[in-house]
C-alpha cells in the first residue's frame, strides 16, 4: 500500500529495496515551462565533488549510482512520471550520508514563471528492485500553500537510519537562483559573468598534475563560452558533432581532433587521417573556403567502455608563415550533441603569426559526461609542430609532429 506523506512527514524504506526510482511530476499551465531534477549526494553537509550533482549536464553519479533520465521540458501529468532519478540503495557509498530531491523551474525568474503556477506536482517512490519493479511505496502530492512564489523546491531527500534509508518529505522553496542553491550545497557553479580568468591549463610535462576543474555550467540548449576560463559540462548522447567554422571565404583553415586515450596513446585526426577503427571517431574530410554556415567536422560515437580520455580542437592555417592566420578569421568551434545541446567555443583574435590554436579541449569524466573547456592557446610563431593534449587534459603547444597542408 501506498504510503500518503505530508510536508515533513518520513517513512522507513524497507531493507529488502536494492532500488529505487523517485518519480518526479508536474502539471505546467502552458508551454515554456521546463522543469528539471536535481540531485545533490551530500557527505557531511555538501557534495564530495561537482560531479555528485546529477542533473541534465550531469545525469549520473562518479559512482554510477545515482542517474536521472532525460530531460523533460514539457511536463506531462500526476499520472506519469516526467522524470525519474533512479538511485542503486545498496551500492551508494558509505561517505554520503544524504540523497537531495529538487526541482528547478529552468529560467523561472527570468519568464516570471513559479510553483504556484503549476499543478499536482508529486514526489513517489517506487521499488525497482522487485518482479515488475513499479511497486508504489509511498507519495507526496505539494499542497495548496506548501510553495508559493518560489522557483526551486527541495522536494525531499533520502538520508541513512541506523543500517538502512528514510525518506522525508521537505517541501523547502526557494528564491535565490540555481546557481545559488547548488552553491550551498557546495557545487562550484559557473559565475555567468566571472570577474577574472581562470588558471591556464598546466603543461603536459607536468604528467600527474591535473588542470584546474572549471565550474559547473548550468545552462542548456545554446551555451556560449566566449569569456576566458569558461566550461561546461554535457551529457554523453549517442554521436556527437564537432564542428570548425570560420568566416573569411577566401581563407583554409583545417580541423584537426587530438585524442589521448587513458593508457597514453594518442591520435590525431584529419583531412589525412579520418577514423579510427573501432568507428569512434570519423572526420568528414578538409573544406577550403569558409563562410557562414560551412564547417569542417568530425563526428565522434563513443563507445560505452570507451578508452578516451580527452580531446583538443585544434584549428590550423596554412597560410605563408602564418601571417595574418587567426586575426579577424572568425573562427569557432561548435559541439553538438544531436539532442539539443549546443556549446559554442569562440576563439580570440590573436594568434597573427601562429600555424596552430586549441579552441577547446574536452575531457571525458568517469561517469560518461564531457567537460568542455574554451582554451584559445596559440602555437609559438613560426612553429609548425602541432600541440599536444595527454590523458589528464595538459596541453603542450609545439611540441607535436610538423603539420602541412
Known amino acids: 500500500m501506498t504510503k500518503k506523506l505530508t510536508k515533513g512527514s518520513n517513512i522507513v524504506l524497507p ?42 549536464n550531469n545525469t549520473a553519479s562518479p559512482c554510477g549510482t545515482v542517474c536521472v533520465s532525460e530531460d523533460n521540458q514539457q511536463g506531462g501529468s500526476e499520472d506519469e512520471d516526467d522524470e525519474v532519478v533512479t538511485v542503486q540503495l545498496a551500492d551508494v557509498p558509505a561517505m554520503i550520508d544524504r540523497i537531495v530531491f529538487i526541482v528547478n523551474i529552468h529560467e523561472g525568474r527570468q519568464k516570471g514563471q513559479n510553483f504556484s503556477q503549476l499543478d499536482n506536482a508529486a514526489i513517489r517512490l ?87 576543474t572549471p565550474a559547473i555550467n548550468i545552462s542548456k540548449g545554446n551555451i556560449d563560452l566566449d569569456k576566458p576560463g569558461e566550461s561546461a559540462t554535457i551529457a554523453v ?21 587530438l585524442v589521448t586515450h587513458k593508457d597514453g596513446r594518442k591520435h590525431s585526426y584529419d583531412w589525412r587521417n579520418l577514423s579510427d577503427s573501432l568507428g569512434e571517431v570519423t572526420h568528414h574530410g578538409d573544406r577550403v573556403c569558409g563562410g557562414r554556415n560551412l564547417r569542417e567536422y568530425a563526428t565522434l560515437r563513443f563507445r560505452r567502455d570507451t578508452n578516451i580520455a580527452a580531446v583538443a ?38 594568434g597573427t603569426f601562429s600555424y596552430h ?23 609559438a610563431v613560426g612553429s609548425e609542430n602541432r600541440p599536444e593534449i595527454d590523458q589528464y587534459g595538459n596541453l603542450s603547444m609545439n611540441t607535436g609532429p610538423v603539420v602541412f597542408k
Open 15 to 56: 531493507t529488502r529495496i536494492t532500488e529505487l526510482a523517485v518519480g518526479l511530476s508536474w502539471e505546467a499551465p502552458g508551454v515554456g515551462f521546463d522543469l528539471d531534477a536535481w540531485t545533490f549526494m551530500i557527505s557531511g553537509g555538501r557534495v564530495p565533488s561537482d560531479e555528485h550533482f546529477v542533473f541534465f
Open 126 to 212: 517506487y521499488d525497482r528492485s522487485q518482479p515488475g519493479g513499479s511497486q508504489e511505496l509511498a507519495r507526496y502530492n505539494l499542497a495548496t500553500g506548501d510553495v508559493a512564489t518560489e522557483t526551486s523546491l527541495i522536494f525531499g531527500e533520502l538520508y541513512r537510519h541506523q543500517t538502512g534509508w528514510k525518506f522525508r518529505a521537505i517541501a523547502q522553496g526557494s528564491n535565490s537562483g540555481p546557481a545559488m542553491l547548488a552553491r550551498e550545497f557546495g557545487v562550484d557553479v559557473a559565475d555567468p559573468d566571472p570577474v577574472a580568468p581562470a588558471a591556464p591549463l598546466a603543461q603536459a610535462n607536468s604528467v600527474h598534475k591535473l588542470p584546474p
Open 313 to 350: 580542437i585544434v584549428a590550423y592555417s596554412e597560410l605563408s608563415n602564418g601571417s595574418g592566420s587567426f586575426r579577424a578569421m572568425g573562427a569557432h568551434a561548435v559541439i553538438d550533441d544531436g539532442s539539443g545541446t549546443r556549446v559554442t567555443v569562440d576563439l580570440n583574435k590573436g
Open 237 to 257: 548522447t549517442p554521436e556527437m558533432e564537432f564542428s570548425l567554422y570560420w568566416a573569411k571565404k577566401n581563407k583554409d583553415l583545417g580541423l584537426i581532433l
Open 357 to 379: 590554436t586549441v579552441i577547446a579541449t574536452i575531457i571525458v569524466n568517469s561517469n560518461g559526461s564531457l567537460r568542455v573547456n574554451r582554451v584559445s592557446r596559440f602555437s
